[in-house]
C-alpha cells in the first residue's frame, strides 16, 4: 500500500480510538463502582440501544473480514457460514432471552445456579465461557494482524505482532476504566459506523454492475477459476463426505452456538426489563440480518472485481478480500477514491476488532471475578472487590488472547470463530436448556453437561487438521491428527447433551423441585427478577 493509504487510515483509526477512549473516560468519572454498574451497566439502556449494541457485538471482524473473504474464495460453500450466523438468532429469540433476563443477574452462571447447588455450577460455567470467549478473542487478533499486514504491503511481520499487542492493550484499557456502559456506547458507534460502511460499498458494487446481480453474480463465476461450480455446493464442504460432514458440523454449531455465547448472553442482563430484552433481540435480528445480505454482495463482488487469485496473494485464508474490493471500486491504488475506500475499510474493521474484544473481556472478566474467584477463593480470607478482581481479570485474559492470536495468525478468522462456536454450542447450551427445561436436571447432570461437552470439543480440535498435519495447520511440520473434521460439533453437540442426561439419571441427589417451579415462574413472569 501507498503512504496515502497507510497514513490515512491511521488518522481515521486514530479518531475512532480517541472517540472511545472519550466515551471511556467520560464513564468512569461518572461510575459509582458498583458490580451491576460494572458488568450491567446499571441496566439503563432501552432496548433499541441494546439491540444496536448486541448487533456490533455480534457483527465481527470474523463476519467483515473472514466470511467476505470465504465468499470471495468458495462462493456457494462460503454463504453458508452466512445461513448459520443469521438463523442462529432464531434459536436467541425463542428459547434464550427473555428467559435468561428474568433467571440471571450477570453471567450464565447465575441461570444454572438458581436451582443448583452453587460452587461446582460455577466453577464448571465459568471456566466454559472463558474458553469460549479466549477462542473468540483469538480470532479478532487474527483480524487486526491480516488487516495491518495489508496496510502495511504485507511485509512486516512486526507491524502484525505490534498491532495485536496493541488491540489487546486497548481492549484492557476499555474494559477497565469503563466496564458494561463504556463498551455497551462503543458497540453503538462501533455498528452504526460499520453499517454505514457495509451499505456504501454493497452501492458501490451494485453500481459497478448497473444493479444486474445475475452479471455479478456469473463474473465472479468466470474469475473464479471454478465456472459454475463456484455458484452451487460443493466447492469447500463437498468434495467427499468427510467433508460434507465437516459441514453438517460447522453448520451445527454456528446454528446453536450463538444461545451460549457469554458476551451475547451478558448482553441481555443491561435493560431494565424482560420485555425489553425480548425488544432487543428483534432490533438486533433486523440490523443482523440486513448485514449479512449486504455480507454476500460484497464476498461476491470481490470475488467479481478483485479476482479469488489476487485475494489469496494478499492472503491466503481470504482475510482482506474487502478491503481489496474498496480499493478497486475507489478507482485503483494509486487514486484518491480508491484511499478514501481502503483507508475507511480498514478503519472500520480495526474499530470492528477494538469493539467486539470489549465486549468479549468484560464478560471473560466477568466469569473470572463473579463465578470462579467468588467460588474458588478460601471463605474465610478477606475477599477482595468483584470489580478489582474482574479488572485484574481483562488484564490477563487480554496477554492469553495476544499470545494465542500471535500463533493462530495463518488461520481463516470466520473458521476459527467456528470453532468458538462449537465449544459454546458443546458446554454452555446443553446446561442452559436443561436447567431452563428440565424438571429434573441435577448439580451433577449440570456439571457433567459442560465438562462434556468442553473436554470433547477441546480435544477434538487438538487432534483435528486445525493444529497439525496439514499445510493450513498451526504446527504444520508435526502430524497427530487424528480426527478428520475440522469442526468438532457434530460429535461434541450431542456428547454434552447426552452426559448432562446421564449425569442426571445417575445423581444420587434428587432434584429441587421447589426451586424449578420457583424457576420456572420466574423465568416465564419475571416475578422476583433483578
Known amino acids: 500500500m501507498t503512504g496515502h493509504h497507510q497514513a490515512l487510515a491511521l488518522v481515521l483509526f486514530s479518531v475512532f480510538v480517541a472517540i472511545t477512549l472519550g466515551i471511556t473516560t467520560w464513564v468512569s468519572r461518572n461510575r459509582h463502582g458498583s458490580a451491576e454498574e460494572f458488568y450491567a451497566g446499571g441496566r439503563l439502556f432501552s432496548s433499541m440501544e441494546n439491540g444496536f449494541a448486541i448487533a456490533g457485538d455480534y457483527m465481527s471482524a470474523a463476519s467483515f473480514l473472514g466470511v467476505t473473504g470465504l465468499i470471495a474464495l468458495f462462493g456457494y460453500d462460503g454463504m453458508l457460514y452466512v445461513v448459520g450466523f443469521l438463523v442462529a438468532w432464531l434459536v436467541v429469540l425463542f428459547f434464550v432471552a427473555e428467559l435468561v433476563r428474568n433467571c440471571g443477574r450477570f453471567t450464565l452462571a447465575d441461570v444454572i445456579a438458581a436451582r443448583m447447588r452453587e460452587r461446582p455450577v460455577r466453577i464448571a460455567a465459568g471456566m466454559s465461557s472463558v474458553t469460549v470467549s479466549v477462542l473468540y478473542l483469538v480470532a479478532q487478533m487474527v483480524g487486526a494482524g491480516s488487516l495491518v499486514a495489508l496496510l502495511f504491503g504485507g511485509t512486516s511481520a512486526a507491524a502484525r505482532a505490534w498491532t ?32 454505514g460502511g457495509t451499505i456504501a460499498l454493497t452501492v458501490l458494487v451494485l453500481v459497478r454492475f448497473h444493479g444486474n446481480v445475475d452479471a455479478l453474480l456469473h463474473t465472479a463465476a468466470e474469475r473464479s477459476g471454478h465456472g459454475e461450480a463456484f455458484l452451487a ?27 451460549g455465547l457469554p458476551h451475547i448472553l451478558s448482553r441481555f442482563y443491561t435493560v431494565p426489563t424482560a420485555r425489553a430484552a425480548r425488544r432487543s433481540v428483534v432490533w438486533s435480528v433486523g440490523l443482523i440480518g440486513g448485514f449479512y445480505l449486504m455480507m454476500i454482495v460484497l464476498g461476491f463482488g470481490a470475488a467479481a472485481v478483485v479476482g479469488p487469485t489476487a485475494v489469496r496473494e494478499s492472503n491466503a485464508a481470504g482475510n482482506t478480500a474487502v478491503a481489496l474490493l474498496a480499493l478497486n471500486l475507489g478507482g485503483g491504488a494509486n487514486s484518491t477514491g480508491g484511499t478514501v475506500l481502503f483507508a475507511m475499510v480498514a478503519a472500520i474493521a480495526f474499530a470492528t476488532i477494538l469493539a467486539v474484544v470489549a465486549g468479549i473481556t468484560l464478560a471473560s472478566s466477568a466469569a473470572v471475578a463473579h463465578d470462579l474467584y467468588a467460588s474458588l477463593r478460601r471463605r474465610r480470607s478477606r475477599p477482595r472487590s468483584e470489580v478489582a478482581v474482574a479488572r485484574a481479570a481483562a488484564v490477563g485474559i487480554g496477554g492469553v488472547a495476544i499470545g494465542l492470536g500471535l500463533l493462530a495468525r495463518d488461520l481463516n478468522v470466520a473458521f476459527l470463530v467456528g470453532l468458538a462456536f462449537a465449544v459454546s454450542a ?8 436443561y436447567s431452563l427445561f428440565w424438571r429434573n436436571f441435577t448439580t451433577r447432570g449440570a456439571v457433567w453437561a459442560v465438562y462434556g461437552g468442553l473436554v470433547p470439543a477441546l480435544g477434538l480440535v487438538v487432534l483435528s487438521p486445525v493444529v497439525s498435519g496439514s499445510p493450513g495447520s498451526l504446527f504444520p511440520s508435526v502430524d497427530f491428527q487424528y480426527f478428520p473434521l475440522q469442526n468438532p460439533g457434530i460429535v461434541s453437540i450431542p456428547l454434552g447433551f447426552l452426559v448432562g442426561w446421564l449425569g442426571t439419571v445417575t445423581s444420587a441427589e434428587p432434584a429441587d423441585e421447589a426451586k424449578h417451579a420457583e424457576t420456572e415462574v420466574r423465568s416465564l413472569t419475571g416475578a422476583g427478577a433483578v
Open 233 to 259: 455446493p460443493g466447492l469447500k464442504y463437498g468434495g467427499d463426505w468427510t467433508a460434507r460432514i465437516d459441514f453438517i458440523s460447522l453448520g451445527l454449531a454456528l446454528v446453536l452456538g450463538t444461545a
Open 426 to 433: 458443546s458446554a454452555n447450551l446443553p446446561v442452559l436448556m
Open 164 to 195: 495485536v499487542i496493541v488491540v489487546g492493550a486497548l481492549m484492557v484499557i476499555y474494559v477497565s476504566m469503563g466496564g458494561m456502559r463504556a463498551t455497551t456506547w462503543i458497540q453503538i458507534v462501533k455498528a452504526m459506523l460499520l453499517l
